[in-house]
């Protein structure tokens, strides 16, 4: 399996206040999230393809 992808504490901050609020159920950790993103497109899997420490 390919290494997992994280965003470090550096870049975390650099984009942490950027994604919009619109509401509704809060979320559990953008940081999981985008990180599992990122991942998905750095190696190109399809979005069943990725870890299971990006989910749900």
Not at 31 to 45: K, P, Q
């Amino acid at each position: 399996m390919a290494e997992l992808f994280w965003l470090n504490d550096t870049q975390w901050a650099a984009i942490a206040p950027l994604p919009p609020d619109f509401g509704g159920k809060p979320r559990v950790d953008e940081r999981r999230v985008l990180s599992g993103i990122l991942h998905r497109f750095r190696e190109g899997s399809r979005w069943r393809a990725l870890p299971d420490v990006y989910r749900p």
